[in-house]
């Protein structure tokens, strides 16, 4: 075909993402006229549904923003009140957070990596088609998935109401037994994640390494997951509330998602950009795992993403490890709290990157205001940016099929969660 | 001594509780009086997908409960074979990978019980807050029952 010829992609539903999305191609005389990523989920309005509603309850509503990552919106949450209402949770509840956060990090990751990302590299419409070839990896994948669930549990969750996330604390502390038996869970899993990490940096990923701004937490001293500030490889580096006057939300008109720009520029959160920041964050042994595997990080390659989630699959591990193995049964699950008025910011890493929340509350606890910023929003406009790069280094001279393959694939590396990204893919190719 | 187990899948979604609401409503029948010589559990499960493996791992026959959205009328059961399930081979959400993407994972993994029967629930799943034209439990649930004894008298 002729690298002139002009092609409209259309993709009606993307596959392998979270939710519902469509892309709109137009290219003409071989440049890309016009892309649209649009997110067709309806509105989930969920910063309403919590204005008027108690602090207490805000950790169950925001868990139902998303099936996938529910700890993460209850830990942006819990982080926020708790700075209105002056509450130091303690040592203990910050040490079961970060645990709480490994075992999402782990099955969230875990199921990406082997549901969505890997059938694309390995030639596979499907996990259903890939377990055939590869079931001892898919296996592996669904082993640690379980093994993720198994961790957010121990907390005290029903299993219809997965988390005992509260305002200072938990609802339950796990037994000592029942640590220990994880501990037992989470050294057996350790040489499989490591035999993960290597078998995704071999996977045969395209090189295609492009400029963006990578944007994520930093903390003096762990590998980012509850706490930190907000840095970029491009310099910034601010606290909390200063989210607001460097990140603008607005609407664009074919989609129900909002964008994101920082300093008026797309960005990108999530594990690659978590990684690229926080190399020296990792704990030893990845870190000499990911040296062994020769590839080069920070990675400007969106196809290193899949490595990246590897890579915090292993990291939440030995994380989750090292807390458990001192675990003590404690006097108290949970700190009291003193309600008052106020206004307070909470900024977690959400397996798909930063997780923004902001809550006014009366003097009463009940929730004034409400702000959710979720990563997939912020990732927007990266993926359009990504998508008119990558398809236009790509090359048209391609088949309908490929071009939209290809897109769908520079989607799925975002792992974007459009449940969540409405506070896949339709693709449409206009060929003139 | 066979394991028999019982699992009623759904989430918040209104209509989509339907297997949770008919696994409550099982847990009344005397099982283990009718059947003492198997051990049989009944469990749900909020949006499990491919952890749907897990639950039933081990087995000898495995009971799903979901909702289902055939054109049918409300409180319909269909009792449904693994292969007779429509799966689609590229997964549209994890969201939406449901019983169907499950047992198409099991069978590729070789992972499926010895025996396993799904029934399809007719309900209109809607988001939280809309109405929807949902089947009675109570109703159902007899059928259910019925249905469900048979599957493991005929097991042996």
Known sequence: MSEQREISIHVPVLARVEGDGALDIE??????????????????????FIEGRSYAEVPDLVARICGICPVAYQMSAVQALEGI??????????????????GEWIESHALHIHLLAAPDYLGFKSVIDMAQQYPNEVNRGLRLQALGNAMIRMFGGRSVHPVGVRVGGFHHAPREADVEAMCAQLRAALPEAEALVRWAAALPLPDDAQCFTSVALRHPDEYPMFSGRIVSDQGHDFALPEFEQRVREFQVPYSTALHALLDGQPYLVGPLARLNLNLDRLPAPVRTVLDETGIGFPSANMYHSIVARAVEIYTALWEALRLLEQYRYPHTSYADIELRAGVGFGCTEAPRGILWHRYQSDAQGMIRACRIVPPTNQNQARIEEDLRNSLQSYGFQRSDAELRLRAETVVRNYDPCISCSTHFLQLKIDRR | MSRICILGIGSPAEGDRIGWELAEALRRFDWCGCFPQHEITIDVADRPGSRLLDLFAGADLAVVIDAMQSGAPPGTVCRIEPDQLQTAQGLHSTHGFGVAGALALGAALGRLPPRLVVYGIESSVTQAGAASEQPAPSDVCARLQESIAADIQGGG
């Not at chain 1, 290219?27 to 969920?46: H, K, N, Y």
């Not at chain 1, 209402?85 to 490994?102: E, S």
């Open chain 1, 27 to 48: 290219v003409r005389e071989g440049r890309i006229e016009r892309l649209q990523l649009r997110i067709f989920e309806p509105p989930r309005l969920f910063e309403k």
């Open chain 1, 85 to 102: 209402f002056g509450c130091d949770a303690g040592p203990w509840v910050q040490a079961m957070r970060r645990v709480i956060y490994c």
